[in-house]
């Protein structure tokens, strides 16, 4: 297995090998000055010897590459990391030795240094080298290969999660859908204006559902957006029963909120609210923020909580409507046990609070950065 950035491993390669043989130059400079001059006949078996030791790293790095894509025993690996110097120790001492000697004959002041160069007198300085830079090879890229698969796990859970996501969103898209083409359907007869109304607010929410269609995550004013275009639709229907208010702190505009909570907070509220009081009602909104990070969201709506024997342990755990059960999944998935929501009878109103105490997890806050940029461009 190669690691999941081969362009940056193949960089850090880069910079160790120079790094590395660097050092080895410098030794060799030191070596040979303690015994001579430094002269171009003197430098020369230094050179050389160089010259062929990098290139032999560079074998050793093709064979360890393709151990690593065909894993062998450990046994075969130890045999290999050894016996892989060795040969390649002898290669590189007898290649010096081969080119050394016709460079001497065109040279004659290279004889002395030739003589000085006997076969054989490399290895045992090479082969300890090539075996500790085989070691450090293979251990840097052992590291490179657990930090890539704990990376392509982590894209995997990832992924899942996105795809949870997604299908809990999907099972919401077409429910404001229907609801509002009903609304729009009843009105067409009755009301032709207020059905070409309706018919706009339709087509702005409509519009943000295709053009956010894959984003789990929106920035809150988006949602105040659609939310407005909602609730226009509902005063058509509602008239003077449905009376709201907001306040909205500035400073959470920007933050970010799982898809359609405005929605379906506002929709709980007037279908369990709103909708069973024939006089009607108000709904108040307040979005404020706690500290840098958590802020909440408290949607009040006129009303009571309805629960029978059958329902209170239900109620009491808050679990009233699939809508905010969805949305209760889709909190724990995106902020993990960093985000609540809540059900609450005070007075003569129900309160629905959500409250966001952490930035969301990576995987939802990348696809919010993209659909941010893309808001920003358009």
Not at 186 to 192: M, Q, V, Y
Not at 236 to 264: G, H, M
Not at 335 to 340: E, P, V
Not at 343 to 353: D, H, I, M, P, R
Request: proline share 5%.
């Amino acid at each position: 297995m190669l690691p999941a950035d081969p362009a940056r491993s193949s960089s850090s390669f880069w910079l160790y090998q120079s790094l590395g043989w660097s050092l080895f130059a410098l030794l060799q400079l030191l070596l040979v000055g303690a015994d001579q001059p430094l002269t171009l006949s003197s430098l020369t078996p230094a050179w050389l010897l160089l010259v062929l030791a990098i290139g032999g790293s560079l074998l050793l790095r093709l064979l360890f590459r393709h151990l690593r894509r065909h894993p062998r025993s450990t046994a075969a690996t130890l045999g290999w990391l050894f016996g892989a110097p060795l040969l390649l120790a002898i290669t590189v001492d007898v290649s010096h030795y081969l080119l050394l000697w016709p460079l001497s004959q065109l040279h004659p002041s290279l004889n002395g240094v030739f003589d000085a160069q006997p076969l054989g007198a490399k290895t045992p300085f090479l082969l300890p080298l090539y075996i500790f830079w085989s070691s450090l090879y293979l251990t840097l890229s052992r590291q490179l290969d657990i930090r890539a698969a704990e990376q392509a796990k982590l894209g995997s859970e990832l992924r899942l999660q996105q795809s949870q996501l997604q299908i809990l969103l999907a099972q919401l898209s077409p429910h404001f859908m229907f609801n509002c083409i009903n609304n729009i359907r009843a009105l067409i007869l009755e009301d032709p204006q207020a059905a070409r109304t309706m018919l706009a607010h339709f087509a702005d929410m409509l519009r943000y559902q295709i053009d956010a269609d894959q984003q789990v995550l929106v920035p809150l004013r988006s949602e105040l957006a659609v939310l407005k275009d909602y609730a226009a639709l509902l005063h058509i229907q509602f008239e003077q029963r449905l009376q709201l208010e907001y306040q909205i702190d500035p400073s959470c505009l920007s933050r970010l909120v799982p898809k359609l909570t405005l929605q379906l907070l506002f929709e709980n509220a007037v279908k369990h609210g709103i909708s069973l009081q024939p006089q009607g009602g108000r709904i108040s909104i307040q979005i404020s923020a706690l500290d840098a990070i958590g802020w909440q969201i408290s949607m009040r709506n006129s009303g009571q909580l309805h629960a029978t024997p059958a329902t209170a342990e239900n109620n009491s755990q808050n679990n009233i409507g699939s809508g905010l059960n969805n949305l209760r999944q889709r909190l724990a998935l995106i902020f993990g046990d960093n985000a609540t929501l809540q059900l609450q009878q005070q007075a003569e109103e129900v309160v629905a609070t959500v409250q966001i105490l952490a930035a969301p997890r990576e995987s939802t806050q990348l696809a919010a950065n993209q659909h941010s940029s893309t808001e920003n461009q358009q």
